[in-house]
């Protein structure tokens, strides 16, 4: 039986960087839950939505269950950090690690940036957002304003995010941005056919974890979190479909 | 020849994406490999002249089949393959051309192609269910009237 207090740390801990990081509710819970048994807990129950945890278990019998919570406020995706969480679990639930051990490396992960460099991601967006554009009826001349106009896009959400408390407002400003320069381009000879452009330069933005996952919720069950996690996809659909509006009715 | 183009460019198009949703590099090729697999299915199918929701619903399902098999073998959450493997089939040029229409005043034609784009999510989703509860049997959490206790 180890301390309590510490355990109950590195499990929110976990849980805090999975939920993050983009896992779905039910792999959150499963995780805490395994963890807490595995340090010899009984009652353990976890709670997650999209925007907290709340964990609780029974310390020992006639004692009073302890019971934490924590708040989640940004989520973002990097699904290499719920991999590594995933790792760091099931060596602890295996008794390979210790409860201080497990906690240090989930503290290494937490502080660890982002797992590929940002400028690697922009190139990355351009590839997605080209290829995209040619798989949706495009023609090869279109791959270059394409990969052009998704890596403009994908440099405007990262740095608008950067500054403004709103997500929606810059994911609203990276497809007015991807839409113009697609559309400029097009107006100066690169590429021909417009709309395939634009599709192209808004792929990289598409909430695809989000609606997996919010899929994935709904179905094991965890309604609430299914839910919210939906609202939040179709709201980030619903900004990039009115940043290229915009574009639309001023340009074209 | 034209499809093998296809092909190459939907692996290099999931890799790009892999990179922007941080999957780990172990799984990186492997996602670009399911994500082909998924172009090359829905391909096939819209060529023996299947509907274009029923072709996705196929794809989505080898897709999220493969995905929990690998995950299984090599040990790692299953989204980090799954998301790569469907995002070839997410329906972006008719979101955008539904809300093209809109734009445009043409409703009619803004609800046809809006109507399209649920039915083909709708499938992607459908896919992702059949294969999960495939990959489930047996782990029943509790039955409706209690028969199975």
New interface residues.
Partial sequence: MQAADEVMDMCLLAGEIMLKYGAETYRVEETLERMARASGFTNVHCFTTTTGIFLSFEERKGKEDLMQMVRIDDRMQDLNKVTEVNQVSREFTAGELTVGAAHERLLQIHKTPIHYPIWLIHLAAGVAGSGFSYLFGGRLVDLLPAYIAAVLASVTLVEFERYLKVRFAAEMAAAFIGGSVAIFLVYAGVGSSVDQIIIGSLMPLVPGVQLTNAVRDLLSGDLLAGMSRGVEALLTSLSIASGIALTISLFL | MELLL?LV??F?????????????KR?LLLGGGIGVIT?FVLQTGIAFGASSVFSTLLASLSAATIAHLLAKKI???V??L??PG???L?P??R???T??S??EGDYIQGLEYGVETMLQ?GAI?GG??LA?SIFSFGKG?GNRYEAGH
């Fill in positions: 296809e460019i939907t290099a198009a999931v890799i790009g994406f892999g990179i922007i949703f941080s999957v780990p799984a172009w040990r790692i959450p989204t980090t799954s998301i469907i995002l070839p997410v972006g040029s979101a955008y051309f809300m093209l809109f734009v999510a989703a992702l269910v999960l959490i």
